[in-house]
């Protein structure tokens, strides 16, 4: 009988999730165009501007554009920005997406030059996100240093939001409970007509490779509640692959690539 009352919970916990994934997407649907971050916080808290869910595992840093080069200044508020997870296990594998917001002028090239703590991270690979197709050539001869300069087939970035490529990076298995860098130290972008270029550089996130991670404490803070079941559902049916996958792995509970009922009643089990 006690078996069939938590059964019953269970299956009531659902339910509330699922009520509760139908709120939260239609709050995320009506705020998602008018999300901001601030430009002095290294780490942003973009809880508020999400709703009510916290997305405080998000490490956010962007960085104004300009130009170091002659008096034509870029436009207001053009910015690069780098985004991934706050904290990482030891041993897996993570994304940071780079991205160009707000340009006006036309784009047609860059050079990035990203420095990280190598006895912390290594480098895996990069993957070209967004529109459109651009050519890439990826400098890594040295640890601690990865440089990606691209150039556009032909045709310029002017959109307000431009995802440029994904970085894919592995915590080493060797280190917990520290925290590592990743700065970007030069970031170049050529504007036609003109040839300008505009710049950014000098800042960046840190990362925290965790001691350990207890499965189910979505959000990393000690204790399973509906914090954690809230964050699951945010990210209900994102699955590898997608672009906002690494925010949300740390709700994939059964490791399976997808965010679903499964890893929703895993974690409602474990709500105290
Ligand atoms: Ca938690
Ligand atoms: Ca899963």
Redesign the pocket.
Known sequence: MKKVSRIWAILCCITMILQMFTVVSTVYASESTEVTYDLTTKVADVSTAYGDVSLASTAVTEITLQNSYSNDEPSDDSTVFIEGTQKVEPGEEFTLNVILNNFTEGIYAGDIILNYDDSLFEFKSYEPIGDPDKFFYIKHDQPGIVRIIFATEGIAINSGRAPLFNLNFISKDTVAGELGSFTIAKSDFGIMPGSLVYSASGTGIDILVEESWNAGDVNNDGVINTGDLAICTYYYQVSEGDLNWSLAKSS?????????I??LSFIAQLVV
Do not use: E, Q, R
């Open positions: 994939d509970v059964n490791n399976d690539g997808i965010i679903n499964v890893d």
